[in-house]
């Protein structure tokens, strides 16, 4: 048996984050460690170690996928994972995120109202109030937790569909995190 | 004669992701610099478990007379 580490059981903290987020919103700014740590160390390390040993949602869909066999196995459509649809999924994922900062900027400047919901898929609004008590912080602050909790959600929700459908860590193949340490990897190894 | 088997994973397609890597029994996988992953002919004994992890289906198992 291989030597288990300590980031071995990082799958516990994506497990601790969505919770978090559930009880209170403001815990979703947590998620920016895993926003920024892979490009980081993709930048000064150029390498993955990020994907490779600290993602905590890849070690989920594992730990579902083939520990509690809850997925097919069936292989990958060859289109998931073709260039064209990773890098059009990367640019897809940074413009909606960007989207997020620019509804946060409204928000913070007066000129939008803060949205006590989560967007699941870009596109369905879920009540989300519970979890956030108004005025416990500046606006935009909460407004922030909303949005990055609602991406999170999303590739989590994206990324156990098609480890029911295909093999466990399908989602790795178009992850918007993966396609762009990889491209910064390569860039730099040239 | 002894039947030389080993994996070849596809750098063009290999997304880096580590699946293999970390499944290997051999350790015989590292993925280069960020970029794709590697394998080590030396160590690897072409069990194929690999290939069967692979989400990008990327890994392909060669076989040769030794």
Request: positive net charge; charged residues 20%; contains cysteine.
């Amino acid at each position: 048996m291989k030597k288990k580490h300590w980031y071995d059981y990082l799958w516990i903290w994506e497990i601790i984050y969505f919770t978090l987020g559930f009880f209170n919103i403001l815990f979703a700014w947590l998620g920016m460690i895993e926003f920024l740590l892979p490009l980081l160390i993709a930048i000064i390390g150029g390498n993955k170690a990020f994907c490779n040993n600290f993602c905590g949602r890849s070690q989920l869909l594992t730990k579902l996928g083939t520990t509690c066999k809850c997925s097919r196995n069936k292989p990958t459509p060859k289109f998931l994972y073709s260039k064209a649809f990773r890098y059009g999924f990367l640019v897809f994922f940074m413009t909606m995120f960007a989207n997020m900062v620019f509804q946060t900027y409204l928000v913070a400047s007066g000129a939008g109202t803060l949205k006590e919901t989560i967007k699941l898929f870009w596109t369905f609004r879920v009540p989300w109030g519970w979890a956030y008590t108004a005025g416990t912080v500046s606006d935009w602050v909460a407004q922030f937790s909303f949005g990055l909790y609602s991406m999170m959600l999303t590739a989590t929700l994206i990324g156990l569909i098609v480890m029911v459908l295909f093999k466990p860590r399908t989602w790795c193949t178009f992850c918007p995190m993966g396609s762009m340490t990889q491209g910064i990897c390569k860039l730099k190894a040239r | 004669m002894r039947k030389k088997k080993w994996a070849m994973p596809d750098e063009k397609i290999c997304v880096s992701c580590g699946a293999c890597r970390k499944v290997c029994p051999r350790e015989a996988i590292s993925i280069w610099k960020g970029c794709y992953a590697v394998v080590d002919e030396e160590k690897c004994v072409g069990c194929g478990i690999c290939a069967k992890t692979c989400p990008a289906g990327c890994i392909e198992i060669k076989e040769e007379e030794a």
